[in-house]
């Protein structure tokens, strides 16, 4: 069996997991014929590493020359890992006019107008377009899908949903691309879109309206100030008062100095801007209500300030309660450690029948990134014999779209004081 070929666009943090998919565990399916970025010390770096070990260079590409390699390499498919996620839909959208298949990265894209675009591209193309949504195949969560899909608690009528980013991860958002809407649809579509997707999965239903709160009162510059931070700098590298600041991120040692401080002199960007500067306009604090099409409403929150890193949902359904409790190890982007791994003893799930105790349901574990969805998901997108899932984890643009769309409504909603029809923002058009 031929070896399908992939290319990769966007080489920051979270490339890493498809590119050693591809090398390692997958290589007798998978062939990595090209990577492509903005930074040229990115790729080679990559490149460095490699060829380390036992593999060879990959050829490069810098982001003007994306047909380029297209016409090239003759992909089979695109992996789209870039930041901002602003760029996400411009490569996707690309890739399948030249013919390729798409895996792309969460958030699929960032507003409404992107996303109607690459809807309307993937109609016209007929091409393939897959969203790593690696929550979904976490074991804890497939068991909450499987409670709710058996009809333990009945009809979901309810859902209270608190989503904790503690002062690393959390803070981390407002050091980089992050900290500015045009770039990330802020947290609400670049992180929350992961929480959003869950229960739009867990519920098999779609949001029709919402309202959301958002502000920002921990990561500004009064918090700086009761600090004794007032004469910070613009980033930690540089800044005046960084031996007393607990935020402080030395991007000179590690992965930080091989990804961004030695790229730096090529394109300018600084990974450790200060988390309370004055141009970051995204919330820290989102309060977002939404209405489900077959009646359910969710009540979720998002913070990103909390001393522990961590999530609680709790499921109120016809027939009974279905309660989950996690929380997830420490961590920042880019730094090494495994992403959004659950800590061990500290997950929980609970099924409250209809005039019946509690009863504590055993929880099952995995390793890997996401609480052990990572390995499952590449099984699921590079093995073409990977079994078969009663579950449908594998995401296409229909749900990146309602996930991203929550967010986006959200926004829109606090902009404009007032709830936000979400068909309304495809033109009416129902998916």
Known sequence: MSKKRYVQVGLGGRSRMFTSAILGDFSSLAEL??????????????NRQITEGEHEAIPTYKADQFDRMIAEKK?????????????HSDYICRAMELGCDVVTEKPMTTDE???????????????????????RYAPPRSQLKELIQAGEIGEVLSIDFAWLLNTSHGADYFRRWHRNRKNSGSLLVHKSTHHFDL????????PEEVFCHGTRKFYTPETAKQRGLEKHGERCLTCPVKEKCQFYLDITEGHFKDY????????????DRCVFGEEIDIFDNMSVSVKYRRGAVLSYLLHAY????????AFNGTKGRLEHHACENTYISGDGTVPGELEKGNTSITLIREFSAPESIEVRTGTGGHGGGDPILLTDMFDPNAPADPLKRKAGTRDGAYSILIGVAAYHSIDQHKPINVDALLNGERL
């Open 260 to 271: 961004y401080y030695d790229c730096e002199k090529e394109d300018g960007y600084f990974r």
């Open 306 to 313: 909390s001393p522990y890193e961590g999530y609680r949902i």
């Open 199 to 206: 229960v739009n999965w867990w519920i098999d239903d779609a």
């Open 33 to 46: 014929v090209a990577i492509c970025d903005t930074n040229q010390g990115r790729m080679d770096f990559f």
């Open 75 to 87: 992909p089979d498919t695109v992996i789209v890992t870039t930041g901002p996620d602003a760029t």
């Open 113 to 135: 107008v992107r996303c109607r675009k690459i809807l309307e591209t993937q109609k016209k193309t007929g091409r393939n377009v897959q969203v790593s949504f690696n929550y």
